[in-house]
């Protein structure tokens, strides 16, 4: 918490002295990465942390489901399964089977989990369980249910994902053209009409002026693309950020280097 307000605050800063003092948009650039870049590698471990649940939660309720048609009571059944290997899952089944243990109904135990994943699949199939289970249903049909439906939820969200996959090689191929064009630009007609200078003009045409411009141009556009591409495949501008961050760096780095060099437009 405290790490990613001071870096948000010390990338704020960068960025401001960079922009408005120093002129410097190698500073800025560095500021922003500063400000999002902790924050930004906390959510993808949150996330990866999430997906686990998520991959793993219907096995573990199919173990259940298996452990009660055996005769074991649900406490016993949930202290066998922390046995296995669930991955991530494996410290929160430890946490539910020490709440059994005290006390706690299975319903509260296992609602409380699923405010702690937050996770709309998870959160689903806890809902589920918990309504069917108050109306009174066979336990070991209501885990099997579950197990199958958080099953199928997941199978479409990845079936969703794999199909949506395509847009971001789209937008990254699109973000790509227009660095060609860019290139194009900077290359062939804003060297060769800097040269001239036509009667009627009062002054010959800034390179620096559209050197700065294109570099911009790029920099905005791979920022939004990234966050076009999170919205569109998980409809979650922050899954987009990653992308921004690739996006910009390809922008920034080839114009940097290539096409903005003093070096390439000699020899063009």
């Not at 990613?4 to 922003?32: Q, R, V, Y």
């Not at 369980?129 to 209501?142: F, L, M, Y």
């Not at 990653?242 to 903005?260: D, E, N, Q, V």
Request: proline letters at 2%.
């Amino acid at each position: 918490m405290y790490v990613t307000i001071g870096s948000i605050a010390a990338g704020i800063i960068l960025s401001l002295i960079g922009f408005f003092i120093l002129n410097l948009s190698e500073l800025a650039i560095a500021g922003i990465i500063v400000a999002v870049g902790p924050y930004l590698v906390l959510k993808m471990r949150e996330q990866a942390w999430i997906t686990e649940i998520e991959d793993q939660f219907p096995e573990f309720l199919r173990a259940l489901a298996d452990s009660q048609a055996a005769g074991m009571t649900l406490p016993q059944a949930i202290k066998m399964a922390q046995e296995d290997d669930y991955g991530r899952l494996t410290d929160e089944i430890k946490i539910m089977a020490s709440k059994i243990s005290w006390g706690i109904p299975f319903d509260e135990v296992l609602t409380s989990f699923s405010d702690k994943v937050k996770s709309e699949n998870v959160q689903g199939t806890v809902s589920l369980i918990v309504i069917a289970n108050h109306a009174g249903g066979n336990i070991i049909k209501i885990l099997e249910s579950a197990a199958e439906s958080a099953r199928m939820m997941r199978g479409l969200a990845k079936e969703q994902a794999s199909k949506l996959g395509q847009y971001t090689g789209i937008i990254y191929i699109s973000y790509l053209v227009f660095l060609s064009v860019v290139f194009l630009l900077q290359t062939q007609f804003v060297e060769i009409f800097s040269e001239i200078t036509l009667p009627t003009a009062k002054e010959s045409i800034d390179k620096d002026v559209f050197k700065t411009t294109f570099q911009n141009m790029l920099i905005i556009h791979g920022a939004l693309a990234g966050l076009m591409i999170g919205k569109m495949t998980t409809n979650s501008l922050f899954s987009g950020i990653k992308h921004s961050i690739i996006l910009t760096a390809i922008g920034y780095l080839t114009f940097r280097f290539i096409i903005g060099s003093s070096l390439l437009s000699g020899i063009l």
